[in-house]
């Protein structure tokens, strides 16, 4: 048998009823139909917002973790340079006052060249092919 209860048998809920407290907290709190009614009429509001919202945060969150493990990476760049430099006198381009290199001009590596070059005397040599040395 089923037993169906009534406000009357229970006193406790027929005080709760008349209390105006409790009937405020009621209507107040949001039904969960009224959310479901709100994801039917704009899907995208429950769908596609938040995809949306989460792809624009998650890149600019993402954007903002890489620039700070490079900065890290620079300033630890920079502390081992400096530590070089103090140890072994070095900068960025080589060692200090260590290379100098001699001023060249185009027009001296070619007199250079022709002197080394004659263009007027050669002599003809034969490139032998790949089957002839084979079949002789």
């Known amino acids: 048998m089923t037993t169906i209860e009534t406000a009357m048998d229970n006193p406790k809920k027929l005080d709760n009823l008349k209390n105006p407290k409790f009937q405020n ?7 969960p139909s009224g959310f479901r009614r709100w994801g039917r009429k704009s899907p995208f509001v429950r ?6 919202s989460l792809t624009v945060f998650g890149a600019i ?3 903002h973790l890489l620039q700070g493990s490079k900065d890290i990476a620079k300033v630890k760049d920079d502390q081992e340079w400096e530590i070089i430099e103090t140890r072994k006198a070095l900068s960025r381009i080589g060692p200090v006052d260590a290379y100098n290199p001699k001023k060249i001009s185009l027009e001296e590596e070619l007199k250079a060249l022709q002197e080394k070059v004659d263009i007027n005397n050669y ?3 034969k490139i032998p092919k790949l ?3 084979n079949s002789g």
């Open 25 to 31: 907290s009621a209507s107040a709190s949001p039904s």
């Open 47 to 52: 769908y596609g917002l938040p995809m949306i």
């Open 61 to 63: 969150g993402l954007g």
């Open 123 to 125: 002599e003809y040599k």
């Open 131 to 133: 089957n002839e040395g």
